[in-house]
């Protein structure tokens, strides 16, 4: 899987979008870019995930380079409860994998903070 | 409620005991994961599960049963704790065969130590 990279640390004002990026310079064809957060003392929960178009849902938008090589998370209208360990996770397609679902793999993440 | 709990939420145990954590979704997802979180390791996968009796073991297996005899329910066991076993532990579901990606939903967590 491809290696990504994020800043440890961003803040965003309350109510401003709030663009987080990553780096995934060594992504391959199949493999998707995964955004999940991590609210203090809970568990992982999923963002959105594309492969090369961008993607919308009711969270965020996920902005994916024409290259591929990077991508930002955007929260439109960012809020207090935004406030939470962002990670970006690359990761090829269980049907490319040998057919296993097996994990995902959480680096450090970016944590944002959103500011009153 | 739908949704993937987990208990009990807290666990405090003696090294050498055996101890259960359950993990149950109401979404008859197919595939359901287990993972623990320490501080300086983010989170490892212990097991995973891709249907009722398949299961597989992840990247940190070992001290680790897991079972699942039904889609439901997918409970992992520390057959003789010891105190490196101490972790906050997540379980997961997954709507996605395996033509799809990682599309996961985590569960509150267990807070278990280890005395």
């Known amino acids: 899987d491809a290696k990504t990279t994020q800043p440890p640390s961003m803040d965003c004002a309350e109510g401003r979008a709030a663009n987080l990026p990553c780096n995934h310079s060594?992504?391959?064809?199949?493999?998707?870019v995964y955004w999940y957060r991590q609210i203090h003392s809970q568990g992982p929960q999923y963002i959105i995930h594309?492969?090369?178009n961008n993607e919308t849902n009711e969270m965020a938008s996920l902005i994916i380079t024409e290259d591929r090589k990077s991508s930002t998370l955007i929260l439109p209208h960012a809020t207090l409860r935004d406030t939470a360990v962002y990670y970006c996770?690359?990761?090829?397609?269980?049907?490319?994998?040998?057919?296993?679902?097996?994990?995902?793999?959480f680096g450090k993440g970016t944590h944002l903070i959103i500011q009153p | 409620d739908a949704g993937i709990t987990q208990s009990p939420r807290y666990k405090i145990t003696e090294t050498g005991r055996q101890v259960t954590l359950m993990c149950h979704q109401t979404?008859?997802?197919?595939?359901m994961f287990w993972y623990r979180q320490d501080l300086g390791h983010g989170l490892r996968l212990i097991y995973y599960?891709?249907?009722?009796?398949?299961?597989d073991k992840g990247e940190v297996p070992d001290g680790y049963v897991v079972s699942r005899s039904k889609t439901e329910n997918f409970p992992l066991t520390l057959e003789s704790a010891t105190r490196s076993q101490t972790s906050v532990y997540f379980c997961?579901?997954?709507?996605?065969?395996?033509?799809?990606?990682?599309?996961?939903?985590f569960g509150p967590g267990t807070r278990l130590t280890v005395t």
């Open positions: 997961a579901s997954s709507p996605r065969d395996i033509t799809y990606g990682y599309e996961q939903y």
């Open positions: 060594t992504i391959s064809g199949n493999e998707y």
């Open positions: 594309g492969l090369k």
């Open positions: 996770i690359v990761r090829v397609a269980a049907r490319h994998s040998g057919g296993g679902a097996d994990g995902l793999t």
């Open positions: 979404w008859s997802h197919s595939y």
């Open positions: 599960s891709a249907a009722a009796d398949i299961t």
